[in-house]
Nanobody, 117 residues
Framework: VQLVESGGGLVQPGGSLRLSCVAS????????MMWHRQAPGKERELVAS????????NYADSMKGRITISRDNAKNTVYLQMNSLKPEDTAVYYC???????????WGQGTQVTVSS
């Protein structure tokens, strides 16, 4: 199983980025797909999730209204659209696939997002 994130980079405050997470070895439609982030010196936090059934989404209060998580089952890819980025959004963003029972729990290697002028 592999989760490969991309789309991070340097962006100015107020800018946008779209992160992608391409999965192999699993089907994103059968897992709860999540994006976490970890800033330097801070604990890793959940920022967004999308459920396998029904596609229900949830967002962290810190980013609610500025981010959208989505899933393309045909491409086996999950996205995180981030708008109105702030310097405090600077972190490594990780993709995670969590499955019920024996399906397993998988993480990507992370992609760096830096918001700075």
């Amino acid at each position: 199983v592999q989760l490969v994130e991309s789309g991070g980079g340097l962006v100015q405050p107020g800018g946008s980025l779209r992160l992608s997470c391409v999965a192999s070895g699993i089907s994103v439609s059968t897992y709860v797909m999540m994006w976490h982030r970890q800033a330097p010196g801070k604990e890793r936090e959940l920022v967004a999730s999308i459920r396998s059934a029904g596609g229900i989404t949830n967002y962290a209060d810190s980013m609610k209204g500025r981010i959208t998580i989505s899933r393309d089952n045909a491409k086996n890819t999950v996205y995180l659209q981030m708008n109105s980025l702030k310097p405090e959004d600077t972190a490594v963003y990780y993709c995670r696939a969590w499955g019920f029972g024996a399906l397993g729990d998988y993480w990507g290697q992370g992609t760096q997002v830096t918001v700075s002028s």
